[in-house]
């Protein structure tokens, strides 16, 4: 029976040789990523409830990332709760203050093709871009999963994304999660396994997978897959790990998608979403008047090493306009350390770019927020109404291209028009 | 099945976890986190809902975040079920974990705010007592129905370790 990638990876899981989407399964879990808020200071307790101890400590990774750095009385405990956590169970990583959870995960070599990974944050799609089936849960439904290693699952239909052809200039991963998001809505996905493929997908570094397996997020999918393939294997041996049989994670040939949408690459433009939802994607040029007071480059989908450097490659020999704030921080502690040894991160700072934690930040609002009534073009995923801590702020989002270039013009800008 | 019959109070499409628990309170407690939730939606709801009140929503009701938080606020204000025609899938999971029954339903349109309804999630059948009609809705499988009987995952994997020693014991 020809089966899908994500078939595959959850019949393995599943301990069967094959799946029917919609059947439910029990899975065993190879992996399991947890951060500082929703993980030791909320699975502990429930752990002590159980009675039970962690049920592979080798099979879980914990990353403090949204409370970094600690800002009062009350972050620094959840700090602290964590830090004990990690002292206490002899995990396979702890990462304090090392960068977003979702990049530091596979910078660290702990994701390969055909795992079947749960994270405790709604962007662990992300893992999908390795050929893992990664997807988010609850605090609660991961101190089910740190006890028992299992974990239920509708089993996904399959919808497969085709990119054919070239991207043009300025034209990245996160323009194509935006343009999706405004074609499909934030339902698309319908909690299903959104596979990505094509060769356009196929031409992209590990890095903008990612960016498009996380925002499969905002694209309502439970994970984002991309094939496994050289590029897979190449990242995940410079992280230091092995990538494992990388020919037997990929869906069969006559496997048969629920879904089927392709799209022209060649024909996407610079995407931009207007307030208060990625679904409300348009091209830039839509946008042309509105001025901004913030230019925000940050979070798992949008400050990685590529993403800096997009945003370089607009600001070099450029200055941001004196009216705006570019705000830049960096997705994790080694991208940082790439930016600042190839130069990208000087030309940054020489355009007039403040640079904040490599944490999650303002992205969530948990930690530093915008001030009321600002306008603010921003790389992360997604600008729901008070996303960034102030529910009176209009945020938009873009490519890290396009907020670069509207942080030198002052209003949102086509960087297509800046980069000839 | 509720007992009684609750109250509904009726919003849209694309309810999501930010409007349900806003990010600038995570850090507290969930009685804090419950005080704000849906607040910028509507102002009233947190000092008007009462235990056995009802939800009703449209699209995407809690896509977003995966702070399970957004689910536990209902559950923390009393709110006995939630009626809508589709579901953030990460919340899905998260309410039905609090214990908090979430129906897929699409006849919401026939729930206006106040209506006194009641839900079983047995069934699937949603009685709207205010219009005397009997609404479907998709019931929940026997084993989250199980799950939600017990209180939600913590009060029903903690049984199980419970029994699991039990045995061990003898």
């Given amino acids: 029976m020809a089966l899908t990638l994500a078939e595959k990876i959850v019949a393995r899981a599943a301990r069967r040789t094959h799946v029917t989407p919609g059947e439910i399964v029990t899975c065993a879990v190879d992996l399991a990523m947890i951060h500082d808020s929703g993980g030791p200071r909320r699975v502990a307790p429930i752990l002590k409830r159980f009675g039970v101890g962690l049920w592979d400590p080798s099979k879980v990774v914990l990353i403090s990332d949204h409370y970094v750095p600690a800002a009062d009385d009350e972050t620094r405990r959840i700090g602290e709760v964590t830090r004990k956590f990690a002292a206490e169970n002899k995990l396979a990583g702890f990462y304090d203050s090392e960068g977003i959870c979702h990049v530091v995960l596979p910078e660290r070599g702990h994701l390969k093709p055909g795992m079947f990974v749960v994270g405790g944050d709604s962007h662990s799609p992300t893992g999908g871009a390795f050929g893992a089936y990664m997807f988010g849960i609850g605090a609660t439904e991961m101190a089910g999963v740190l006890a028992t290693g299992e974990i239920w699952l509708t089993v996904p239909e399959t919808i497969e994304i085709e990119w054919r052809g070239t991207f043009g200039p300025c034209v990245v991963a996160k323009d194509v999660m935006l343009f999706l998001c405004g074609q499909l809505g934030m339902e698309g996905g319908r909690t299903q396994a959104v596979h990505f493929r094509g060769d356009a997908i196929r031409a992209l570094p590990m890095q903008e997978r990612m960016t498009l397996s996380n925002m499969t997020a905002e694209l309502g999918g439970q994970t984002g897959l991309c094939d496994p393939d050289e590029t897979t294997a190449a990242f995940i041996r410079a992280a230091g790990a092995e990538p494992g049989d990388v020919a037997r994670w990929q869906s069969d040939p006559d496997a048969m998608p629920a879904e089927c949408l392709r799209f022209d690459a060649s024909a996407l433009t610079p995407q931009v979403a207007a307030p208060h939802s990625p679904a409300n994607a348009a091209p830039v040029a839509d946008h042309g008047a509105v001025k901004i007071d913030v230019a925000h480059i940050g979070a798992c989908t949008g400050a990685k090493i590529v993403d800096l450097r997009m945003a370089a490659s607009v600001l070099k020999d450029r200055k941001v306009d004196p009216s705006v704030s570019l705000l830049v921080a960096p997705a994790s502690h080694r991208d940082q350390e790439a930016a600042a040894s190839d130069g990208t991160l000087q030309i940054l700072v020489d355009a007039g770019a403040t640079l904040l934690p490599n944490a999650c930040g303002m992205c969530a609002g948990y930690n530093g927020t915008l001030e009321e009534n600002v306008t603010c073009i921003s790389s992360i995923a997604r600008n729901f109404k008070g996303r960034m801590g102030t529910a009176s702020a209009n945020i938009y989002l873009g490519s890290p291209y396009t907020v670069a270039a509207s942080a030198v013009r002052g209003r949102i800008s086509d960087p297509r028009e800046m980069l000839s | ?170």
């Fill in chain 2, 1 to 170: 099945m509720s007992a009684n019959h609750g109250r509904a109070f009726v919003y849209g499409d694309g309810i999501n976890t930010d409007m349900l628990a806003p990010g600038i309170y995570m850090k507290h407690p969930i009685a804090t986190i419950a005080q704000h939730c849906l607040e910028s939606v509507d102002p009233d709801f947190v000092r008007t809902v009462k235990p056995g009140d009802v939800l009703v929503a449209g699209q995407g009701f809690g896509i977003g975040s995966s702070r399970e938080q957004a689910a536990e606020a209902l559950k923390y204000l009393g709110v006995a079920a939630v009626l809508a025609r589709s579901y953030g899938g990460i919340f899905y999971r998260n309410a039905l974990n609090f214990g908090l029954p979430v129906l897929v339903c699409s006849e919401v349109d026939q729930i206006g705010a106040g209506d006194l309804v009641r839900v079983d999630p047995a069934t699937g059948a949603v009685h709207n007592k205010t219009r005397d009609v009997t609404l479907k809705a998709s019931p929940l499988p026997q084993f989250l129905l199980d799950m939600i009987s017990d209180g939600g995952l913590v009060p029903h994997l903690e049984k199980r370790f419970a029994a699991k020693r039990a045995a061990a014991a003898l």
